[in-house]
């Protein structure tokens, strides 16, 4: 019994590690086009940029994923997004505006200072950003970035909400639902153990990214 339920569960742990590397996958780059567009001089952008991300910080995930899947046929009559796309969508825009907001604050803290210690060097703006502020923002922004994506492990439970198969959705649909309760506790070992590695890398990546402290 004990195993046939871990192979089950397994299945749906499955769901929940694609939901989480797609959205990592789309949502770290999207965050940084995020990030430039509410910093720039121009409002044009800045400002319907800084709107879109004071919404999606603003509303529950799970309303943003209701909304992907249920506006488009209730607003115009289309035939919305499949479930699994919907769960990617949803997910991807919400964490990449949470990022952009990290984003933005590991830019800001560097000192105006190293742009132009860069061009008295000779540098290119390329190679500026590239060299001497990339690697800045990136240790400053590496603890709440883990805690962010960490989080994302935790809210992938959000995708049975429309009944994406992640794990428990899993345990609900297939063992709750027949009066056996403990596999939606064990569903607890997988993101224990899940959260537990990422939690060792973020922790050897602070390490390696202390050689960059000023």
């Known amino acids: 019994m004990w195993w046939n339920v871990t192979v089950t569960l397994l299945e749906g742990f499955g769901m929940t590690c694609l939901i989480f590397f797609l959205t990592l996958i789309i949502a770290l780059p999207l965050g940084l086009i995020i990030a430039f567009g509410s910093t720039s001089k121009f409002k044009a952008i800045s400002y319907p940029v800084k709107i879109l991300v004071w919404i999606v910080r603003g509303t529950p995930l799970m309303l943003q ?81 883990g805690n962010e994506i960490i989080t994302l492990v935790k809210d992938t439970s959000l995708a049975r909400i429309i009944t994406v198969q992640e794990i428990l959705q899993v345990a609900f649909s297939r063992y709750v639902s027949k009066g056996i309760i403990w596999p939606l506790f064990y569903t607890g070992v997988f993101y224990l153990l899940f959260i537990g590695i990422l939690t060792l890398l973020f922790h050897y990546l602070e390490k390696r990214m202390s050689y960059y402290r000023i």
């Open 65 to 145: 994923i209701l909304i992907f899947f249920y506006a488009p046929g209730l607003l115009f009559g289309w035939h919305g997004l499949e479930r699994f796309t919907t769960i990617i969508v949803a997910f991807s825009i919400n964490y990449a505006c949470y990022f952009s907001e990290i984003y933005r604050s590991g830019f800001q803290s560097v000192p105006r200072g190293q742009y132009e210690a860069g061009q008295v060097l000779g540098m290119t703006r390329r190679q500026i950003f590239f060299k001497v502020i990339m690697m800045q923002v990136v240790r400053r922004i590496l603890p709440p970035m």
